[in-house]
């Protein structure tokens, strides 16, 4: 009973490199997501996608891309990391809204 | 603009005392409001959920919380607070159940002193 599976959990990167987060759910929801994770801001959203085949923009999506490979699958990129990356980023999916279920999250530092 | 508001951003309660986490929401109708908890290094775990009918919801833990749409809050509750409910609490809204985007209050840290 996997859920919603994040990869990699930590990673450090160096300012200007690239990296992927993957992010597959098993509960065949139609909406995923991914937020990140700052100290005394709560969750922000950065990309969403309400089906296979959309995505779209969150309230902090500078910076990144996203990738709905398939209904399971959502992944993000950073194509040039910068230090204000540096977050833990949480993956999530849902069904109508009805709630959402998290991954275990990816902490991320960009050095 | 629309907004989801946690006024308390700790909170410290001895075990066993009672508990209340504030949680307010600026949006034109009434949206799907929920209640997550967060242990350290962990996701997000929900607690409980309001869509509609019955105002007061119970939840997971022995947690409960109430909608009141005059004041548009949703605070949650505990009677009787035990240690291991020290944590990270996030009120959180869902507006467009098209996208079920949600968001999320800025947290709630809850200290247990025993």
């Known amino acids: 009973n996997a859920g919603v599976t994040q990869t990699p959990k930590f990673q450090v990167l160096k300012t200007g490199q690239s990296m992927t987060l993957q992010c597959a759910q098993d509960?065949?929801?139609?909406?995923m997501y991914w937020y990140r994770q700052d100290p005394g801001m709560g969750l922000r959203l950065i990309y969403y996608?309400?089906?296979?085949?959309?995505?779209d923009k969150g309230e902090v999506p500078n910076g990144y891309n996203v990738s709905r490979l398939n209904k399971r699958e959502f992944s993000l990129r950073l194509e040039s990391a910068a230090p204000s990356q540096t977050s833990v980023y949480f993956c999530?999916?849902?069904?109508?809204?009805?709630?959402?279920?998290f991954g275990q999250g990816t902490r991320l530092t960009v050095v | 603009a629309q907004s989801v508001t946690q006024p308390d951003i700790h909170i410290t309660v001895s075990e066993g005392a009672s508990l209340e986490l504030r949680c307010n929401y600026s949006?034109?109708?009434?949206?799907?409001l929920f209640w997550y908890v967060q242990s350290p290094g962990q996701g997000l775990q929900l607690l409980l959920k309001?869509?509609?009918?019955?105002?007061l919801v119970q939840g997971i833990k022995g947690f409960e919380a109430e909608f009141k749409r005059s004041q548009s809050s949703f605070n949650l509750r505990k009677p009787s607070v035990h240690w291991s409910d020290a944590a990270e609490y996030f009120c959180?809204?869902?507006?467009?159940?098209?996208?079920?985007?949600?968001?999320f209050g800025d947290g709630t840290t809850l200290t247990v002193k025993p």
């Open positions: 999530a999916s849902s069904e109508d809204g009805s709630r959402a279920f």
């Open positions: 509960m065949n929801h139609n909406s």
């Open positions: 996608s309400a089906s296979e085949g959309t995505t």
């Open positions: 949006y034109g109708a009434t949206p799907y």
């Open positions: 309001y869509f509609s009918g019955d105002t």
């Open positions: 959180a809204v869902v507006i467009n159940t098209n996208a079920g985007k949600s968001t």
